[in-house]
């Protein structure tokens, strides 16, 4: 594509795709706040009596991955499907048209999705803690969990959405990675299968929900909520790039 517009100011281009795509996700904010949040304290309510006599390292970790899972649903699965309609729609090579820097276009519906989850994101976390019996005086640290390991499934979802040669392949792709989100979760990495032990370390969850157990925590260390937060941030960076790649591809720029 040569005929383009010059380059649209970065906030500007930001603001306007977030504005956008959070006019089109508002139509179908109830249903999707109401899966997002539904399936993981669905989740939190069947364990709850399957790991009664769970040990306190066992029910932080189960709470805090149902709670990521909220963030999956949306960061990673949702964005991972729209970004691959945008592609096979033409909607990309619009925002391209228009100058809009790829990485606006992937933050900014991201962004428009996190919006509606932010929500259910918390009330998985205040449900969790109430089940389990779990401290509440530090559940600060879910937002910049959220906003963070959020940052990181995005870009894993946006990577997705836009190397998927089709839409319905995005969808399966987001999908699969949500799964992977949930299973990995869940369960304590001292009670996963060996084999599937390395695939804790590549996946961004993993560190999101290791940075949540601390919120959970009577005396939080900080240093491994750091460590993990840092970890979180580095592989969005990453996979934003990755996604602005895919995306001047799949434009021809």
């Known amino acids: 594509m040569s005929d383009l ?26 249903p999707l706040l109401f899966v997002a949040c539904l399936q993981s304290i669905g989740l939190l309510v069947l364990l709850r009596g399957v790991v009664d006599d769970a040990k306190v390292s066992e029910k932080q970790q189960i709470v805090s991955g149902a709670v990521v899972l909220v963030v999956a649903f949306v960061a990673l699965n949702l964005l991972a499907q729209r ?108 009670r996963m299968p060996v084999p599937l032990r390395p695939l804790l370390a590549v996946v961004p969850s993993t560190y999101a929900v290791n940075a949540l157990r601390e919120a959970f925590a009577t005396h939080p260390r900080y240093g491994v909520l750091a460590a993990n937060l840092a970890v979180c941030a580095a592989v969005g960076a990453v996979a934003l790039v990755v996604a602005g790649a895919a995306f001047r591809r799949a434009v021809g720029r």
């Open 83 to 190: 970004l691959g309609h945008l592609r096979a729609s033409g909607g990309l090579a619009y925002y391209a048209a228009l100058g809009t820097p790829p990485s606006a276009v992937v933050l900014g519906t991201a962004a428009s999705y996190a919006t509606f989850a932010l929500p259910g994101t918390v009330v998985t976390a205040v449900t969790g803690a109430l089940l389990y019996d779990l401290p509440l005086a530090h559940l600060w640290v879910l937002l910049p969990v959220a906003v963070l390991g959020g940052a990181a499934l995005a870009g894993v979802g946006a990577a997705l959405g836009l190397l998927a040669p089709k839409p319905e392949v995005a969808t399966v792709l987001g999908q699969l990675g949500m799964t992977l989100v949930l299973f990995l979760g869940l369960v304590r990495p001292a």
């Open 5 to 30: 517009a010059p380059r649209t100011p970065y906030v500007r281009a930001l603001s306007a795709v977030y504005e956008g795509q959070l006019a089109r996700a508002r139509v179908a904010r109830v």
